[in-house]
């Protein structure tokens, strides 16, 4: 497409925009996070937010921190009972029927509540690199709900 277009293009993937929330306030926040990842792999062509947010969550202030973790978990920080689900799902290995074993819940409720969180987010917890950004805020951010 480079040479077609005769400029070089960057290419930025962010999660859904729900109606409740700012587009302007989003882009700008997006941006930031984008420029971030920018100066960490100025040779990547494509940046997928979930993906690369483990990479500059470490440098960023804790307000920061804070927002972008709301980013990732659209506006879902606040309800512990899916940051306790998921975190039980990583340490399972992102195995669904161990998982819901060890939570004592049916298959097809932690399922329910898998897909809930990519649904709103259009982020699945399900690929690795998705998953490895949850879990470091998580560990990070949500110390409290994971005990």
Do not use: C, W
């Amino acid at each position: 497409m480079t040479s077609d277009l005769l400029t070089d293009m960057k290419l930025y993937v962010g999660r859904y925009l729900h109606h409740t929330e700012s587009l302007v306030d989003m882009y700008e926040f997006e941006i930031h996070l984008f420029s971030a990842y920018q100066r960490l792999f100025p040779s990547y062509r494509g940046f997928k937010m979930a993906e690369h947010l483990v990479f500059v969550f470490p440098g960023l202030s804790e307000s920061f921190k804070r927002r972008a973790a709301a980013y990732l978990f659209a506006r879902l920080e606040a309800d512990s009972e899916t940051i306790y689900t998921l975190y039980h799902f990583f340490l399972s290995s992102m195995n669904v029927s161990h998982t819901a074993k060890n939570l004592h819940l049916h298959r097809n409720t932690l399922q329910y509540r898998i897909d809930k969180l990519t649904s709103m987010t259009g982020i699945d917890v399900r690929y690795f690199p998705n998953a490895a950004a949850y879990y470091y805020v998580i560990k990070t951010m949500f110390a409290d709900a994971i005990r």
